[in-house]
Every structure is written in structure tokens, then in C-alpha cells.
């Protein structure tokens, strides 16, 4: 049964990330609840206490069991970054070794910062194929900087059954003109509730994509979890347009719009981290990519998280469902409901 304390964060958030409904946003809560997952692991406090009311207490276990079976490409790594001279916690480290694609790493923070940003941009690149090659922009690390928390997550699957290429075409879509449409009739997964239209299209590796056509125009995402509940076996033509999205943004000021506050401030309790007390956010740095075609989907996301001092169905007629104004897509773990990515499409 999907996860609804993870959907929640993933709404939350997506509010505060992308209020302006007009604009293209693209982001991972899958990644960023990594990142602050491991957060919290080393925070105490209202710190902490600040990013589970955000997250859920049960989103570590959420990001541990959602992981794609061998018919989808998947990586995923966690890293600390801290420079040499900080002292750390061994239950923090020993915690982080739970996590998937988990380790530990030095960074010249203080003697080199560009090349400390270097290092960690060169690791993200790794992880991701390279769709994201420079995940922290140059200043981003400062001499100031004692760590750094960073998730990276790379996704590809093919979907179940493909669009057929020769089917594509341009058609229009509110506020865009025309644009490349795919189409494709069968199996998938359907429901309309609470001015919601959901289609829910099958991938390999128990992974699904799931569109979210609003009934009039994209606002609140009130009445997402009820329509994704709803979602059942029936036979759909679905119209959809290609996508390529590419994303990179501070998630600093969102958080504190919805509730994380402590952890960037002089009151900053890191100390499951390092006993060091003048540790705290600096910046929390995301950048998501996420292709669609008539093959499948690839995606990409990183968290940094920046710390300083202070400091099957009967052959009946299909349900047509136009993607023809912007809309929300979530591809997700099918049976978690992790979301791996999160799309606003105004403008495909």
C-alpha cells in the first residue's frame, strides 16, 4: 500500500516549491527526503523534531525498501562529505551505513572549496550518467563549509508497452501551441476524483507514471491522494506529450515556508552529526531531470544538503484522456508510492 505520509510531504512541498502554476518544475521528494532523512539522522531537538513533522517518522524506511527490480536501470548513492578536520559521530556513521549506496568522504573544504565542489559535482555526474554534471554551482562551497550531505538517484525504465512512434504528433496544448503528442490505447490504470483526472501508465521495474490532469486549471494539489487511490484497471487512449525537463533550484526558502526552520539558524542542534556546535544549513541545493518518450522515461535528481559554521483488461471502448494543459506527473515506486519525481508541466 503506497506510503501517505510520504505523499503528503511530497504535496507540501511541491506547494511550496513551485507556487507559480504558470512555470515548468521538476524535483525528486525522493531525493530530497534522502537528503533530509540523513538530516535528521543528525539532528536532536527542534531540529530534528522540524524535519520529521516534514517528512513522516517513517521515511527512512520509505527510502531503504523503495528500490527498482533488475527489469529498470536504478542507482542511488548517499554521501557525507565532511572536511577532515570535523570531528563525527560514530553512531551517525554507523547509521549512514543502512542507507543505499551509502559512504563517506573527505573535502578540502577550507584549503580548496572549489575543488572540494569539484569532487562532489564529479560524484553526482558519476551516479546520475552524467545528466547532471554540475549540481553545485561555483561559490556554492565556501571555506566556511564543514559538510555535506548529498543524495543522487538516476532512473530509466521502458514502459511496459510502447508508444508507437508512427502515432506521435503535433497537437496543441493550452498556452504552448502545438507540441509533440504521443499516443497510445490499452491497459493502464484510471480514476477521476476530486477534480482530478489520473492515469497511471505501467513501466518495467515495478515503476509507474502517473499523470494528473486537473479538470480546469492547475492550482492546489487538494484532492491528489483521494484520486490516486482510486486508481483501477480499465482501458484508456491516452494522448501525452513528450517531456524534457531540467531543473536546478535552493529548496532553502520552501522548506522554511513549511515548517523547517531551526536547522539553518544560530539554534541549529547538528550534534548526531558532529559535536561541534556552530554547525548548521547553509543551503539545500536540488537539481531534477526528467526525459519522456515512446520507449520510457529517464531521470536524474540530486540533494546537496550544504552545512557551515557559523556560522491486463476487456477489449471494450477506451477512456480518451488529451494531456492538452498543464498538468502534474509523479513517477513512483508502485507499490511504496515513493515518488521519484514530481512534474508541473505548463509548458512541455
Known sequence: MPDRAHLTFALTLHDAVAPDRARNACWSPYSVASALGLTARAARGDT??????????????LVRTSLVDGE???????????ADELPLEDGFLAGLADWPGAKARS??????????????????ADTTHRLIPELLAPGTIKPDTAATLVNALYLRC???EEFPGHDTSDQPFRGA??????????????????????????ARGGVEAVV?????????????????????????????PRLDLDVNTSLADALRAVGVRTVFTREAD?????????????????EAVLRLDEQGFEGAAATAVVMRMTSFIPDEPARVVRVDRPYLLL??????????????????
Open 212 to 240: 494528473l490532469l486537473p479538470d480546469d486549471e492547475l492550482g492546489a494539489t487538494d484532492g491528489v491522494p483521494e484520486v490516486l487511490e482510486a486508481l483501477d484497471h480499465d482501458r484508456v487512449e491516452l494522448h501525452l
Open 48 to 61: 530534528r523534531a522540524e524535519l520529521l513533522d516534514l517528512l513522516g517518522e517513517d521515511h527512512a524506511e
Open 107 to 124: 573535502a578540502p573544504f577550507s584549503r580548496d572549496p572549489e575543488g572540494a565542489r569539484e569532487l562532489i559535482n564529479a560524484d553526482v
Open 72 to 82: 529498470a536501470e536504478f542507482a542511488v548513492a548517499n554521501t557525507l562529505w565532511a
Open 331 to 348: 513517477v513512483r515506486h508502485a507499490v511504496t508510492g515513493a515518488v521519484y519525481f514530481l512534474a508541473q508541466v505548463a509548458r512541455p
Open 270 to 286: 547538528l550534534s548526531g552529526l558532529s559535536p561541534d556546535p556552530r554547525l548548521r544549513v547553509d543551503d539545500v541545493v536540488h
Open 177 to 202: 501551441g502545438e507540441v509533440p503528442t504521443m499516443r497510445r490505447t490499452g491497459a493502464m490504470r484510471y480514476a477521476r476524483r476530486a477534480g482530478w483526472e489520473a492515469v497511471g501508465v505501467p
Open 158 to 160: 521502458a514502459w511496459t
